[in-house]
């Protein structure tokens, strides 16, 4: 079994996104007891809410159910409870590493887009204060980065 955290600032828009694609991915594929995720925000101020509105409906229309609700990143905890821990943007590796106690933490941190096959992007961008196309890029690039994810970690 290999445990996934997806990270990023509030947890309310892409980390969510990301759990949600994951897991219709791994169930697709049948990997459901060999791949498990969970995300995380590193600011706090949505904790104990559910996902943003809008990247619940836009991940609706895809199929996509978000039930997660918010929590902030944990270091004491979250580094000994992950394999992989996978920030959406470059700020978010950073807080990461920031967070990291020891070497063998540095080592889970990934960047999201460093797993895309067909896209090119060098991070998932943040929708929250943006128009309706920014969600849709969200998901385009979660779909992407999980493929690859998940053909590597098989
Ligand atoms: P997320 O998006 O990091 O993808 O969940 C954001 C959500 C909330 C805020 C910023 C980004 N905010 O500033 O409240």
């Known amino acids: 079994m290999k445990k996934i955290l997806f990270v990023c600032l509030g947890n309310i ?3 969510p996104s990301a759990e949600a694609v994951f897991n219709a991915m791994v169930a697709k594929d049948g990997l459901v007891k060999e791949l498990q995720c969970d ?5 706090a101020y949505h904790v104990g809410e559910r996902a943003d509105y809008r990247m619940r409906q836009f991940g609706l229309k895809r199929g996509y159910n978000l039930t997660s609700i918010s929590r902030a990143f944990d270091p004491k905890s979250d580094f000994d409870q992950f394999d992989y821990i996978i920030g959406m943007d470059r700020q978010n590796v950073r807080d990461l590493q920031r967070m990291a106690g020891n070497e063998i933490d540095r080592k889970k941190i ?3 887009t460093d797993f ?3 896209k090119k992007y060098d991070s998932v961008p ?4 943006g128009g309706d196309a920014g969600f849709e890029l969200v998901l385009d690039i979660l ?3 999980c493929e690859g994810l998940i053909r590597k970690l098989q």
């Open 13 to 15: 828009c892409r980390s």
């Open 39 to 43: 995300s995380a925000g590193t600011a």
């Open 110 to 112: 990934h960047l999201m």
């Open 116 to 118: 895309c096959i067909g």
């Open 126 to 129: 943040d929708p929250y204060y």
């Open 143 to 145: 779909e992407d980065a």
